[in-house]
C-alpha cells in the first residue's frame, strides 16, 4: 500500500469517527428540585436527541447525598427528544444536606448539578 493511499484511508476513517462524535453531546442542562415533605427528589435532563428510542440517549443517572452515592439508575431509552425524567424517594434528606445529580450520556459527555435541602 502507498503512502498516500494509507494516509487516504486514515483521513477517512478519523472523519467517520468524528463525524459519529459531533452527533454526540453531553446533558445541555439539569433541572432538579426536591420536596422535604414528601422527600421527592424531581429530575429533569435536558438532551436533545434525534430519536430517543435510537442508539443516543441519557443511559446513566447517579444521586448523591453528602458525597455518599444513593441512586445509580440505567436507561436504555430516553423518555423524549428533549429529555429524560427521573423521581426518587431520598428519605434520609434533611435540612442542608446537598443533593448531587450526575447524568450521562451513552455517546458522549455528562453533566452534574446538585442542591441544598432547604
Given amino acids: 500500500m502507498s503512502p498516500k493511499s494509507l494516509c487516504l484511508?486514515?483521513?477517512l476513517a478519523l472523519s467517520v469517527f468524528a463525524g459519529s462524535l459531533a452527533l454526540a453531546h453531553p446533558p445541555s442542562q439539569?433541572?432538579?428540585s426536591f420536596d422535604p415533605e414528601t422527600s421527592l427528589l424531581?429530575?429533569?435532563i435536558l438532551h436533545g436527541v434525534p430519536d430517543p428510542r435510537g442508539d443516543h440517549?441519557?443511559?446513566e443517572v447517579r444521586v448523591f447525598l453528602n458525597g455518599k452515592e444513593?441512586?445509580?439508575?440505567r436507561f436504555f431509552s430516553q423518555l423524549s427528544a428533549?429529555?429524560?425524567q427521573a423521581q426518587?424517594?431520598?428519605v434520609d434528606a434533611k435540612k442542608g444536606d446537598v443533593l448531587e445529580v450526575f447524568a450521562h450520556c451513552n455517546k458522549f459527555g455528562d453533566r452534574k448539578a446538585q442542591l441544598t435541602v432547604e
Wanted: net charge negative; proline share 0%.
Fill in 88 to 90: 426518587y424517594l431520598i
Fill in 70 to 73: 444513593v441512586i445509580l439508575q
Fill in 9 to 11: 484511508m486514515i483521513g
Fill in 57 to 59: 440517549y441519557i443511559d
Fill in 42 to 44: 424531581a429530575i429533569r
Fill in 30 to 32: 439539569i433541572a432538579m
Fill in 82 to 84: 428533549q429529555e429524560q
